[in-house]
């Protein structure tokens, strides 16, 4: 490994927040970015159904992207979601956006979003399927649920199919 490559790696380990790479284009591949946004300091308070709505509310306003599957669990959310127009806005603008919708409608988490979030960029039919099972399998593995069916805070907007 060249000196370049070993300063690269050092930047990347003293990364304090996540990078935001552009999502890729590739030919005949959609774009589907798996996201998590989390609650500061990991906060319950998105396991209920006023949070559930004002979500799927900013999500449907917020039209830049298109969610697919969700999850909502008591401090974060996952989602799918997909560019719904070339060269829109960026993901961060768009989580920015429906973060503050959310906020509008959904005064308790107002000032309690964590202010940056992890996204993925999904690359391959295999790679959706293992992160959706992950995600529909999270409040079994939390002791929230005894099966996936009945979590109720979840749901899919649009699909999003490879």
């Known amino acids: 490994m060249d000196k370049n490559n070993i300063e690269a790696e050092f930047e990347i380990l003293k990364r304090k927040h996540p990078a935001h790479p552009r999502p890729l284009s590739k ?3 959609p774009v589907i970015i798996f996201l998590t946004v989390c609650t500061a300091n990991r906060l319950k308070l998105l396991d209920n159904n006023h949070a559930h709505h004002a979500l ?3 999500w ?3 039209d830049a992207w298109t969610v697919g599957f969700y999850m909502i669990m008591p401090d974060h959310i996952h989602l799918f979601c997909s560019p719904a127009k ?3 806005v960026s993901l961060k603008h768009w989580v920015v956006f429906w973060k503050r919708s959310v906020a509008r409608e959904y005064s308790e988490i107002k000032g309690h979003w964590q202010n940056d979030f992890w ?3 999904i690359r391959s039919v295999v790679h959706l399927q293992q992160k959706t099972e992950y995600v529909r399998n999270n409040p079994i593995r939390l002791g929230l ?5 009945v979590w109720p805070y979840k749901g899919i907007i649009s699909r999003l199919s490879w």
């Not at 649920?145 to 069916?149: A, F, G, H, K, Y």
């Open 27 to 29: 030919h005949n591949q």
């Open 56 to 58: 799927v509310s900013a």
């Open 60 to 62: 449907k306003q917020a």
């Open 86 to 88: 070339f060269n829109g």
């Open 119 to 121: 996204d993925t960029q």
């Open 145 to 149: 649920s005894v099966t996936q069916q």
